[in-house]
């Protein structure tokens, strides 16, 4: 007898010899009763659904293979099953459903990194548009101060420097994103950039004319042609009240004429003459006049407005309002009366400071975004608004061009 044949060889599973008996052995010459393997291997196929948790408890449990199974020589046993067969199926099927997921996972890491990097991309892609657009809107102000003329393909400065701030701070990842962006933007400052320009243009002329001539009002209130030109505004609009037929030069009317040619002949002759045939010293107390009339209107529609707000009924004369009254003879005669005396109680100091004042309540109102917008429509024609227009649009493509760049990184990235 061999000593194979007397030397004991327990079953991993019962535990009993498996000395002449079926049996595997595994690379480190560990045994198996046939019988306990395929009694295993039955109760591992009917759990192959189970969790990977469930087949690995059960594996170690029943018949504790985890090392011996990968070892099975086929050589020694060719008529049982394959390596791939003996392992459990559940446990590949688990392993597997727990790579998809951990791949899974990982592309969710992926997709929610490009959204963040991508977010943060048009965010800065906006900042840079907007400061882009306040240096165009600064710079064409500048430039319509300086040379005080406006030069409108120039407003395609806005939509580059638009474009350009959205392209830089959007770095690789600009396309079509960054340069909607830089178009949205570029639709809102190139019309603020003109608005701005008009308002800085206003607001400086009256500042220059109010400091220029406050010097002068104590010894005059104005010149000769704007005297003329208050009188013949003032007889235009009584004449039209009238009902009298005015022929206006061509493109003007009340509204629109600010200057003393502007008005009717019929109107602009007699004041002409008029004013010809004085002296200086008659002169110079005709506009101590006008300028009484103008204040005297300016207070009584100033406190006939503070009264309609506090709820007071006034005395307007018929078929006169707030909203239509202009001429001194449009106000409640007691308010007329009431700045008259005001008026004329002053000193002439106090009178020039009175009307200073007026003149800057005046260009701040003007140089409002309302009160800019209310005298570009007066003064600006048709053609004006077309070319205006015309650089809006081509500013707004200007910056989606220079915005988006020439390439679609974002897209792809």
């Not at 657009?133 to 939509?159: C, D, M, P, Q, T």
């Not at 005046?362 to 409002?368: D, E, H, N, T, V």
């Amino acid at each position: 007898m061999s000593d194979e044949a007397v030397k004991v060889r327990p079953c991993q599973a019962c535990g009993k010899d498996c000395t002449g008996q079926p049996r595997i052995k595994d690379k480190k010459g560990r045994y198996l009763h046939k019988a306990c393997y395929e009694k295993a291997k039955a109760k591992a196929k009917a759990k192959k659904e189970a969790a990977l948790a469930a087949a690995e408890k059960e594996a170690e449990d029943i018949y504790g293979l985890e090392e011996a199974e990968p070892a099975l020589s086929e050589d020694m046993f060719g008529d049982l099953p394959s390596q791939e067969e003996q392992i459990p199926q559940g446990f590949n099927t688990v392993v597997a459903q727990s790579t998809q997921d951990s791949a899974k996972k990982e592309r969710r890491k992926k997709v929610s990194a490009g959204a963040a990097m991508a977010g943060a991309s048009w965010v800065l892609a906006l900042v840079g548009a907007c400061g882009g657009g306040l240096l165009g809107i600064i710079a064409w102000s500048i430039k319509v101060n300086l040379i005080e003329r406006e030069y409108y393909f120039a407003l395609l400065g806005v939509g580059f420097l638009v474009g350009t701030g959205a392209a830089l701070l959007s770095g690789s990842r600009k396309g079509v994103m960054s340069g909607m962006i830089a178009a949205c933007v570029a639709l809102a400052a190139t019309p603020l950039a003109i608005v701005t320009a008009y308002a800085v243009l206003i607001d400086e002329q009256i500042t220059e004319s109010v400091t220029t001539q406050s010097a002068n009002w104590e010894e005059t209130w104005m010149t000769d042609l704007e005297a003329k030109t208050l009188l013949a505004g003032w007889a235009s609009l009584r004449a039209e009240r009238q009902d009298v037929t005015l022929e206006w030069p061509s493109g003007y009317s009340f509204e629109t004429a600010y200057e003393f040619l502007h008005h009717p002949r019929s109107i602009t002759g007699p004041i002409r003459d008029e004013w010809n045939a004085m002296d200086e010293v008659a002169r110079e107390r005709k506009k101590d006049e006008i300028v009484e009339e103008r204040e005297v209107s300016n207070l009584a529609d100033q406190w006939a407005y503070q009264k309609e707000e506090a709820g007071e009924q006034l005395n307007w004369p018929q078929g006169m309002s707030y909203v239509d009254a202009y001429l001194i003879e449009d106000y409640p005669q007691d308010l007329v009366a009431s700045a008259r005396t005001y008026w004329n109680e002053m000193s002439r100091a106090e009178q020039v400071q009175h009307v200073t004042a007026s003149y800057e309540r005046f260009g701040a109102m003007m140089s409002s975004p309302e009160g800019t917008v209310a005298l570009m429509e007066s003064e600006l024609e048709t053609k004006h608004l077309l070319w205006y227009g015309g650089m809006i649009i081509l500013s707004v493509i200007t910056a989606f061009g220079i915005g988006s760049g020439m390439s679609t990184d974002e897209e792809t990235a």
